[in-house]
């Protein structure tokens, strides 16, 4: 994958993990907000996807998806609760490489700060062939509350996945 592409542009691609999204049976509210929120936060945005809930083909698309050396950082919203349906972690877990423990650990010991029910969120980062993939919940208000804890640092990971230097990346 050259540097040349994976710069230090946050390039992201949206993923909402939704049964009644994909079968447009319910408004994707989470993923519009998610893509304002990235904008806002000067990324491009290189795609945006509603998928099902199942495991399979969501892991070979966050595959794919890492995959393109245009794409540096995944977000999926949906998918991260207790649901017998909720397959996003599993689904990360069976495409990462390496596990990025501390963003999904900081998301819930803030948003539980805000409700008792982030201690339920099941949501994973880690590291897929140069890409950050990070398991938001699928909530407009979690998206957005998660999401804050987040982006301060997102450029700094970016910087450090495409190999810049600590100094060159803060």
Known sequence: MPVEIRELVIRAVVITVSDACSRGQRHDESGEVLVQLLKDAG??????????????????????????????????????????????????????????????????????KQTPLAMLSRGLCGIRSGTLIVNLPGSPKAV????????????????LLVGKPHDLAS
């Open 144 to 159: 957005r509350e998660s999401f804050a804890i987040i982006a301060p640092v997102l450029p700094h990971a970016i910087a």
């Open 43 to 112: 990324a491009e945005i290189v795609a945006t996807m509603i998928l099902a809930d199942d495991l399979d083909p969501l892991a070979e698309t966050l595959r794919k998806t890492a995959a393109q050396p245009e794409v540096n950082l995944i977000v999926t919203t949906g998918g991260t609760g207790f649901a017998p349906r909720d397959n996003t972690p599993e689904a990360t877990l069976a495409v990462i490489e390496r596990a990025v423990p501390g963003l999904a650990e900081a998301m819930r010991m803030e948003t539980l």
